[in-house]
């Protein structure tokens, strides 16, 4: 059977890309985001996963506000890179893992969730910042399945919902009939707020809590209401769903996870920034 090996967490603002393209990982700005990942490079280098789950948020390129799924999955074998025009200019097609992603399909509808399938799907920064930020050189060395979690238009899932999905998400990859590693990826900011008469908001107690939840209370951020994360997080603060999804689906893996690395800089682009990895460890 396949093997979890861990998740990784990582914001994904648009400008992340622009910085990368412009060469500005060393400017004052950027530095101290950019700092936070060649530990996770270097973890990535040491276990080599060949196939990586992606929890994230599609920003209107594959649903818009009159058509905005729950949850939706791709199983496509390839995935193109249609950013809203923030991002690195171009970047070559992604491979998808295709038997993992309709294995995931059927497990999910057979516990329950009612998902959309995807055979066809484009990706934005949401998805392709963070292969680009675990590995820079060259072209992105694992197969991807897509997991589009809504965190735009409301409703949006209970964070006790999404919690579940990542452990029917996780029970998948380990009953998969295969030898291959796999990684749990989520994308998204922490603590932020773009537009309102709270843009810019950031809560960074919050966030702090929220991070050491994922070690050692994976179910702490389930107590609370969708309004309730929007108050304490942030409207877009929400995305910390995909980092919820991900800790789930760890739990399926190992009973318990040892966190590597983190990484939290305020603020970027007025958004709490983070980067994260958890081994599982059996």
Known sequence: MAQLIGGLGTSHIP????????????DPYWKPFFDGFPPIREWLAKEKPDVVVMFYNDHGLNFFLDKMPTFAVGAAPVYNNADEGWGIPTLPPFKGEVDLSW???NTLVDQAFDIVSCQEMLVDHAC?????LFWPEGECPVTIVPVCINTVQFPLPKASRVYAMGKAVGA??????????????ASGGLSH???GERAGFINK????????S??????????????EIVEKAGTQGVELLQWLAMRGALTTAAPKVKRLHTNYHIPISNTATAAMVLEAVG
């Open 15 to 26: 400008a992340i890309g622009g910085a990368i393209h412009k060469g500005l990982q060393n």
């Open 103 to 105: 294995h995931i399909i």
């Open 128 to 132: 392709t910042l963070p292969l680009k």
């Open 172 to 185: 998948a990859i380990g009953s998969w009939a295969s030898d291959r590693k796999v990684a749990v990826v």
């Open 193 to 195: 707020q773009l537009d």
């Open 205 to 212: 107690a919050f966030d702090l809590q929220f991070i050491d």
């Open 214 to 227: 994922l070690e050692s209370n994976p179910e702490w951020a389930t107590q609370f209401s969708i309004h």
